[in-house]
Structures are given as C-alpha cells and as structure tokens.
C-alpha cells in the first residue's frame, strides 16, 4: 500500500494508527482502484476514544468554557470548513464519486450550520417555575449530556457531521464521531479542521472502522451518553441493541421512498426538473431522493415524454470534471443491489422507459444510466425498496384520495414532495402524507433553522434547527427553599 495516501484516526488531540496497525483500503468508484490506506479501529481504540471525550466532558478546558467560548470554537471551524471546501470537496469526490462541483459547494454552505449553532450555544436556557408550594424558588437548567457518539453514512457526511456535531458541542458535549467504512477520508480531512480551530484535545475524536468492532463498541459503551445515527435499517437494528448495554438516548435517520406527486394543474417544466433534481442528483445516493413518482392521469405521457429526453442527456463521467452531471454509484453492493432489483421489477410487468444498464461507454467505474420504470401495480417490489441510485418508478392516479393513499402504502416516512398549484390542495396533501419533510413545489432544499427527520420505518427524533440544541442536554430542576424558618417535623403532619 506504499502508493496509497495514508490516513489516521484523531484520538485525544494526536493522529495514531489502530492499536493493532490493521487498515483497509478505500476505492475511487469512478476507476474502481483503491487510493486512501485506512486506519481500522478494534475495541480497545473506540474505548480509548470514549474515555478520552469523557474526561475532556469532566476537566479541563472544554469543561471550563462558557457557552459563549464554545460558540467561538464553531465559529473558526465554520471559517476554515469556508475556506478549505475545495479541497475537502475534492477529497470526498474522489472517495465517494459525488461530483465536485456539488461536494465542494456543500461544505462551503455547511458551514452555515456551524456559524448558526455557535449563534445558538449561548441560547439554551431553562424557567422559572410558579411552583405551588410557599417559600420556594423552583427553576430549571439545561445540561449537557456528555460523551455523544456520532455515526455518519458516506453519501452526505459533512452535511451529518454537521447537524450531529453542531448541536452537539454547542451544548457542552464532546463527541466520538465514527465515519463511514465506505468512504471516511474526507471525515479525517476534517479532522485536521478541527485540530486547526484549537478545539482542545479530546472534544472531537474520529474513529474509523467497519460495524464490528468499530461501530460495535462505540454503540454500546457504557459511558457513551446519546447515539446520533444515520443509515441503514439493519444496522440500526444493531444500534438499538448495543444500546441496551448504556441505556444511551437514540436517534434514527434512516432513509427512505419518498413519493414525488404531481398534480394536473402542477407547473410542469417545474415538477420534471424537480424530479430530475431529486432521483438523478446525487446519482440517486439520498436518503430523501423522490425515487417514487405519482403522475396525474390527465399530464402523465407529456411529463414522462419530457423527463425521459431530459434523463437522456445527462452526461455521465468522471465526478472531477465540470461538465460532468451524475458521476458512479459508491459501492460494487449497491451496482450489485441495483441491477438485480431493476431486473426483477421488469419481470413483474415493469416498463423500461430509459436506462436500465451501465453506460456502453464508461467500463472504468461504477456507472449506470438513470433509469424510470413505470410500474402496474403499487405491490411491485422496487415501489417500496430503497435502492440508493438513479432509479425511479413511475405510477399513475386519478384523485388526490387515490394517491395520498398510494404515498401512504410504505414502511418508509422521510420526505415527500407536492407539484400543483392549488394552494388548498397543497395544503391538504402536506398535512395528509405521512412524513417528516414535505416539500411544495421544491424540492431538496435544506437549511440548519429547519429540522428534518422521519416517520415509521425512516426512523425517529430530529436533526437541525434550534431544538436539535435541547436534543444534546438534559434538564435539572432546582428546589431553594427561600422561608427562614427550619423544615416542619417530617412524622408531625398538619
């Protein structure tokens, strides 16, 4: 692995190996040759981690900062995170296939969120309470809780760093942060970030590692105090498990099917660039892309007509050139996920509209071509599969009744979105659609005062916004008996 760039993990302020000096090997999708030697953390280094997060939470100077001061921390990280997306955003392109106009784009802004929760940390406050008792001063404080485990996908990381780690510290915590053994350069990259703000040594860790033992031991730890997780609905099966071993407080993000409805009335030119946006942008690789689309009767042919042409001249290719539109999927097991879920939709009556293979052109990397397929029937299996790449199925409706019933039939509930221009009806379909993001004639938009999160299968508790802040504490109630007079004899009632 001499010609590999080499990486290691940030443990109590110092860059080290795994105890044991095992790594593996990251991959470019778009040339399928490995590039980045990664560190691959055993137990013993996750609890080296958690130990250290909690003695920086007890002592020294993080404990001793004013809210104020941590405020000022995420500030100069918000600043660096500005000033070094080129490089992070090149990083995490060559890691993950994103396209660079978009990685590097996305952590120019994510810094927003961290100039929004250092504005936040000296926000939290707790109330007076008029208690019914006399004599009695009653108020209550928020908290911080203490070690936070953070454990971030690869497709959006920066973004989830963000939302998990902002509120986070702003509270008072220090973190252990696990990064994607998919694709975990660019989370070491901002490690260096983070050793460049001055936070002091142990606040923010960053371990990198496979579920077991890596995610294992972080998950379970007995003095991890909250896991903010996304992902997988089968690893967080795993989370919740190891969880019962700290009784730690959970949050689940884990994806889902989000219908995308348009509305006969709905500006169409609007709805299919919409569309495009939310299944092709991305490659697909969202956790809220609009992978199933509900046309109205009376619009469906000419919508699908125009998406399909557009679909069809997206340029696929390398992630680092400008012109380049949608890059490769990140991971063979999703290539492999993909064609055998897109075969077996056509075998239960799927149309092919466009796509449905790898691009005759490009055999360098892991490509495949947008794909819409329009499905018979709501039971087909890819109507309610979460694929994670540039394949959308297509169904049509008569009613409103029909489709929010249609958007409904789904173990999943994270975003939704609505093209029509009935206000009213907008409205009514917002309220009735069972998710936690709904979007009105936009789509993909995000912004760190807005929180998002899911319903049933998509999981539960909420990221961004202000109330991520009280998320990251806990509240103490304090009695202050205020009489001058001693306490009653506790065994003579009156």
Known sequence: MTDLVRYQMLINGEWVDAEDGKSFASVNPATQQAWADIPEATANDVDRAVKTAHQAFLEGPWAACTATERGKYLRRLADLLAEKSEELGRTESVDTGKMLKETRWQAKYIAEFFHYYAGCADKIHGETLPIDKPDMLTFTSREPLGVVAAVVPWNSQLFLVAVKIGPALAAGNTVVLKASEHASAAMLEFGRLIEAAGFPPGVVNIVTGHGDPCG????SHPLVQRISFTGGPGAAKHVLYNSAENFAEVSLELGGKSPFIVFEDANIESAVNGSIAGIFGATGQSCVAGSRLYLQEKIADAFLERMVGLAGQIRIGD????????????????????????????????KLLCGGKRPADRNDGL???????????????????????????????????????????????????????????????????????????????????????????????RESGFQAMYDYTRPKTVWVNTSSEPMANPFVMR
């Open 216 to 219: 294992k031991a972080l998950t």
């Open 367 to 461: 490509f495949y071509e947008p794909t819409i397929i329009e499905c018979q029937s709501q039971n087909q299996r890819i109507v309610d599969t979460e694929l994670f790449g540039p394949v959308l199925s297509v169904q049509r409706f008569k009613d409103e009744a029909e489709v929010i019933r249609l958007a409904n039939d789904t173990k999943h509930g994270l975003a939704a979105g609505i093209f029509t221009t009935d206000s009213a009806r907008s409205m009514r379909v917002a309220k009735a659609v069972r998710a936690g993001i709904v979007w009105v004639n936009t789509y993909r938009v995000v912004s760190p005062i807005a929180e998002f999160g899911g319903f049933k299968g998509s999981g539960y508790g």
């Open 319 to 350: 992630p680092l050139a400008e012109e380049t539109q949608m890059g490769p999927l990140c991971t063979q097991g999703q290539m492999d996920c993909i064609e055998r879920e897109v075969a077996f939709a056509l075998e239960e009556g799927g």
